[in-house]
């Protein structure tokens, strides 16, 4: 019940195009959904987060999309580049546990120019 | 204004030995959570400190240990080393109170031989 499932596992796209990885949970205490972007040699670095008040949240070339009822939230990038090529991890905790993040496996982004 | 830093970056050890791994928060955070990360996974959850106390634990065996002192640095304790535990080994800090999201360090990539 504290997996975080997400996918794809990979995913190329070409530059200008949209970047979309989705991620499902089981836990229904978990209330806080953070993605982060992790580059290679570094620590996982906060991207967007979301609360289950709000089902779309949007900065800048980043969304964030919530569905509640089926329990799925996921990371639209729009206008993809280049520098965008990153492994992206969704995580998701209770709000009250904000530390104890659960992480899906990850997905290898690259863009192509 | 620095962020999370950790020591040392880059560490190789013999099954059976002990290691200890340190962490500096960012400045202004006080709680600590420590975060162990495969190759090609998503990191996960070792466990948290506040107010120089265990708060919470993942499912990680008794073997790992950890310390916080009270300018909020930390130590990761690890022993009897078996080869699983090669890894990347992230520190993580935060404010107890409030919605504050984690900030990551860099880690230190531990391999064991």
């Known amino acids: 019940q504290q997996q975080v499932k997400q996918s794809p596992q990979s995913l190329i796209v070409q530059k200008g195009g949209i970047s979309i990885i989705n991620c499902a949970y089981e836990?229904?205490?978990?209330?806080?959904f953070p993605w982060y972007q992790q580059f290679p040699g570094k620590g996982p670095a906060l991207l967007i987060a979301?609360?289950?008040?709000?089902s779309e949240k949007k900065e800048g070339r980043f969304t964030i999309s919530f569905n509640k009822s089926a329990k799925q939230f996921s990371l639209h990038i729009m206008d993809s580049q280049p520098g965008d090529s990153a492994t992206y991890f969704c995580a998701a905790c209770p709000e009250t546990s904000g530390s104890r993040l659960t992480f899906g496996e990850g997905t290898q982004l690259t863009v192509n120019p | 204004d620095a962020g999370v830093t950790q020591s040392p970056t880059h560490l190789i050890k013999t099954r059976g030995q002990q290691v200890t791994l340190r962490c500096s928060p960012k400045s202004g955070h006080d709680t600590v959570s420590w975060y162990q990360q495969a190759l090609g996974q998503g990191p996960q959850f070792i466990f948290q400190y506040y107010e120089e106390e265990e708060r919470q634990r993942g499912n990680f065996p008794d073997r790992f240990s950890g310390h916080q002192f009270p300018n909020y640095s930390s130590e990761l304790n690890v022993n009897a080393l078996l080869l699983g535990d090669s890894a990347l080994y992230l520190c993580?800090?935060?404010?107890?109170?409030?919605?504050?999201?984690?900030?990551f360090g860099n880690g230190t990539r531990l391999t064991v031989t």
């Open positions: 993580a800090s935060s404010l107890v109170w409030g919605n504050s999201p984690l900030h």
């Open positions: 979301i609360r289950p008040d709000v």
């Open positions: 836990n229904t205490a978990f209330d806080y």
